[in-house]
Protein backbone atom coordinates (compact mmCIF):
# COMPACT_ATOMS: atom_id res chain seq x y z
CA UNK A 1 0.00 0.00 0.00
CA UNK A 2 1.08 3.75 -0.60
CA UNK A 3 -0.14 6.47 1.46
CA UNK A 4 0.01 10.39 0.02
CA UNK A 5 -0.75 12.84 2.46
CA UNK A 6 -2.41 15.44 0.45
CA UNK A 7 -2.69 18.03 3.11
CA UNK A 8 -2.19 21.58 3.13
CA UNK A 9 0.61 22.07 4.27
CA UNK A 10 2.89 19.11 1.82
CA UNK A 11 1.93 21.72 -0.90
CA UNK A 12 4.46 23.45 -0.09
CA UNK A 13 7.88 24.17 -1.51
CA UNK A 14 7.47 20.80 -3.69
CA UNK A 15 6.72 18.22 -0.99
CA UNK A 16 3.18 17.09 -2.90
CA UNK A 17 4.94 16.99 -6.22
CA UNK A 18 7.96 14.71 -4.88
CA UNK A 19 5.03 12.86 -2.86
CA UNK A 20 3.75 12.35 -5.85
CA UNK A 21 6.45 10.93 -8.00
CA UNK A 22 7.66 8.67 -4.96
CA UNK A 23 4.58 6.95 -5.21
CA UNK A 24 4.81 6.36 -9.05
CA UNK A 25 8.20 4.96 -8.74
CA UNK A 26 7.35 2.43 -5.72
CA UNK A 27 3.76 1.94 -7.54
CA UNK A 28 5.42 0.42 -10.64
CA UNK A 29 8.50 -1.36 -8.99
CA UNK A 30 5.67 -3.22 -7.34
CA UNK A 31 4.06 -3.92 -10.43
CA UNK A 32 7.14 -4.84 -12.47
CA UNK A 33 7.85 -7.09 -9.39
CA UNK A 34 3.67 -8.31 -9.71
CA UNK A 35 3.03 -7.66 -5.90
CA UNK A 36 -0.91 -6.48 -5.39
CA UNK A 37 -0.58 -3.00 -5.30
CA UNK A 38 -2.51 -0.24 -3.71
CA UNK A 39 -2.48 3.67 -3.66
CA UNK A 40 -4.23 6.44 -1.78
CA UNK A 41 -4.28 10.19 -1.01
CA UNK A 42 -5.90 11.87 1.56
CA UNK A 43 -7.27 15.36 2.29
CA UNK A 44 -10.10 16.30 4.41
CA UNK A 45 -12.08 14.10 6.73
CA UNK A 46 -15.60 14.82 5.10
CA UNK A 47 -13.77 13.96 1.40
CA UNK A 48 -13.67 10.01 1.05
CA UNK A 49 -10.01 9.18 0.67
CA UNK A 50 -8.86 8.95 -3.66
CA UNK A 51 -7.91 4.91 -3.96
CA UNK A 52 -6.67 3.08 -6.58
CA UNK A 53 -6.56 -0.60 -6.57
CA UNK A 54 -5.16 -3.16 -5.36
CA UNK A 55 -3.88 -3.90 -8.83
CA UNK A 56 -1.13 -6.15 -10.22
CA UNK A 57 1.10 -6.66 -13.37
CA UNK A 58 3.04 -4.53 -15.51
CA UNK A 59 -0.05 -3.99 -17.72
CA UNK A 60 -1.77 -1.11 -15.03
CA UNK A 61 1.81 0.99 -14.97
CA UNK A 62 -0.73 3.53 -16.83
CA UNK A 63 -3.49 3.20 -14.53
CA UNK A 64 -0.85 3.72 -11.58
CA UNK A 65 0.51 6.88 -13.24
CA UNK A 66 -2.55 8.34 -13.74
CA UNK A 67 -3.77 8.23 -10.71
CA UNK A 68 -1.17 9.54 -9.11
CA UNK A 69 -1.27 12.56 -11.58
CA UNK A 70 -4.18 13.18 -10.94
CA UNK A 71 -3.69 13.56 -6.78
CA UNK A 72 -5.02 17.25 -5.97
CA UNK A 73 -3.51 18.88 -2.60
CA UNK A 74 -5.59 20.60 -0.02
CA UNK A 75 -7.19 19.71 3.25
CA UNK A 76 -6.85 19.55 6.95
CA UNK A 77 -6.64 15.82 7.60
CA UNK A 78 -3.48 15.07 9.96
CA UNK A 79 -1.71 11.72 8.84
CA UNK A 80 -2.27 9.87 11.58
CA UNK A 81 -6.42 10.12 11.31
CA UNK A 82 -5.33 9.99 7.46
CA UNK A 83 -4.00 6.67 8.45
CA UNK A 84 -7.09 5.18 10.21
CA UNK A 85 -9.56 6.20 8.00
CA UNK A 86 -7.21 3.61 5.27
CA UNK A 87 -7.06 0.54 7.96
CA UNK A 88 -11.21 1.18 8.07
CA UNK A 89 -11.32 0.32 4.70
CA UNK A 90 -8.18 -1.93 4.07
CA UNK A 91 -7.85 -5.70 4.41
CA UNK A 92 -4.49 -7.82 4.55
CA UNK A 93 -0.79 -7.69 5.18
CA UNK A 94 2.14 -6.56 4.00
CA UNK A 95 4.12 -3.10 3.10
CA UNK A 96 2.44 0.29 3.56
CA UNK A 97 4.69 3.12 2.19
CA UNK A 98 3.84 6.61 3.96
CA UNK A 99 5.05 9.60 2.28
CA UNK A 100 4.25 12.78 4.26
CA UNK A 101 6.08 15.35 5.90
CA UNK A 102 4.79 13.55 8.88
CA UNK A 103 3.74 16.78 10.73
CA UNK A 104 1.46 16.19 12.79
CA UNK A 105 -0.53 17.20 16.37
CA UNK A 106 -2.11 14.10 16.35
CA UNK A 107 -0.51 10.41 17.87
CA UNK A 108 1.67 9.11 15.28
CA UNK A 109 2.75 5.96 18.30
CA UNK A 110 -1.42 4.68 18.18
CA UNK A 111 -1.05 5.10 14.25
CA UNK A 112 1.43 3.20 13.77
CA UNK A 113 0.41 0.81 16.42
CA UNK A 114 -2.56 0.16 14.44
CA UNK A 115 -0.55 -0.50 11.08
CA UNK A 116 1.87 -3.09 12.82
CA UNK A 117 -1.22 -4.73 14.56
CA UNK A 118 -2.75 -5.33 11.17
CA UNK A 119 0.57 -7.08 10.04
CA UNK A 120 2.02 -4.02 8.00
CA UNK A 121 5.32 -3.33 8.04
CA UNK A 122 5.97 0.57 8.01
CA UNK A 123 8.08 2.03 5.36
CA UNK A 124 7.78 5.91 6.41
CA UNK A 125 9.67 8.80 4.46
CA UNK A 126 9.29 12.46 5.80
CA UNK A 127 9.27 14.97 2.91
CA UNK A 128 10.44 18.31 4.28
CA UNK A 129 11.08 21.96 2.56
CA UNK A 130 14.37 22.79 2.38
CA UNK A 131 13.13 25.75 4.60
CA UNK A 132 11.89 23.27 6.95
CA UNK A 133 15.45 21.72 7.67
CA UNK A 134 17.08 24.98 7.30
CA UNK A 135 14.67 27.89 8.38
CA UNK A 136 16.23 31.04 7.17
CA UNK A 137 14.10 33.36 9.41
CA UNK A 138 15.42 36.90 11.16
CA UNK A 139 13.84 39.48 13.20
CA UNK A 140 10.30 39.55 14.40
CA UNK A 141 8.20 36.87 12.30
CA UNK A 142 4.79 35.68 12.74
CA UNK A 143 3.80 31.83 11.59
CA UNK A 144 0.66 30.60 10.80
CA UNK A 145 -0.27 26.60 10.81
CA UNK A 146 -1.76 26.03 7.03
CA UNK A 147 -4.21 23.48 7.99
CA UNK A 148 -5.19 25.14 11.49
CA UNK A 149 -4.88 28.61 10.90
CA UNK A 150 -2.91 28.34 14.45
CA UNK A 151 -0.52 31.69 14.69
CA UNK A 152 2.62 32.16 16.80
CA UNK A 153 4.48 35.74 17.03
CA UNK A 154 7.97 35.44 17.28
CA UNK A 155 10.19 38.34 18.36
CA UNK A 156 14.02 37.53 17.49
CA UNK A 157 13.31 34.31 15.49
CA UNK A 158 17.28 34.47 14.83
CA UNK A 159 17.51 33.58 18.33
CA UNK A 160 15.28 30.53 18.12
CA UNK A 161 16.67 28.64 15.32
CA UNK A 162 18.79 26.35 17.57
CA UNK A 163 16.21 25.62 19.51
CA UNK A 164 13.68 24.88 16.56
CA UNK A 165 16.72 22.52 14.57
CA UNK A 166 17.04 20.67 18.03
CA UNK A 167 13.68 19.89 18.31
CA UNK A 168 13.06 19.09 14.49
CA UNK A 169 16.22 16.74 14.84
CA UNK A 170 14.82 15.04 18.41
CA UNK A 171 10.95 14.74 17.23
CA UNK A 172 12.89 12.99 13.74
CA UNK A 173 14.35 10.86 16.17
CA UNK A 174 10.86 10.15 17.42
CA UNK A 175 9.65 8.60 14.19
CA UNK A 176 12.60 6.53 13.82
CA UNK A 177 12.09 4.69 16.65
CA UNK A 178 8.67 4.44 16.22
CA UNK A 179 9.48 2.85 13.30
CA UNK A 180 12.12 0.90 13.63
CA UNK A 181 10.20 -0.73 17.51
CA UNK A 182 7.87 -2.32 14.86
CA UNK A 183 10.29 -3.19 12.13
CA UNK A 184 10.12 -0.70 9.84
CA UNK A 185 12.15 1.55 8.30
CA UNK A 186 12.27 5.44 8.15
CA UNK A 187 14.04 8.07 6.24
CA UNK A 188 13.98 12.07 5.82
CA UNK A 189 14.52 13.53 2.50
CA UNK A 190 14.50 17.68 1.39
CA UNK A 191 11.93 18.34 -1.22
CA UNK A 192 15.20 20.03 -3.04
CA UNK A 193 16.21 16.81 -3.95
CA UNK A 194 16.09 15.19 -7.00
CA UNK A 195 13.65 11.82 -7.43
CA UNK A 196 16.51 10.46 -9.23
CA UNK A 197 18.82 11.60 -6.43
CA UNK A 198 16.10 9.67 -3.57
CA UNK A 199 15.96 6.89 -5.65
CA UNK A 200 19.29 6.34 -6.90
CA UNK A 201 21.28 7.50 -4.17
CA UNK A 202 19.68 7.81 -0.50
CA UNK A 203 17.20 4.73 -0.70
CA UNK A 204 19.41 2.40 -2.75
CA UNK A 205 22.04 3.11 -0.03
CA UNK A 206 19.11 2.92 2.77
CA UNK A 207 19.11 -0.95 1.16
CA UNK A 208 15.12 0.28 0.36
CA UNK A 209 15.81 -0.52 -3.31
CA UNK A 210 18.47 -2.38 -5.43
Not at 24 to 42: D, Q
Not at 96 to 109: H, N, P, Q
Not at 171 to 180: D, F, G, M
Request: charged content about 25%; hydrophobic content about 45%; some cysteine.
Amino acid sequence: MILVDASDSMMFSDKLLRARQLAAAFGIMGLLSNERVSCWSFNTADQEPARLGPLSGRGNMRAMIDFVEHIEGGGDLPVDRCIEVMLNRHRGRGIVILLSDLLTFGDLSRAFNLLFSRGLEIFAIQILAPEEIEPDVTGNARFIDCETDLKLDVTAASDLLSIYNEHRLAYTRVIENLCSRRNGRFLTVSSADSLMDMLFDQLMRKGWIC
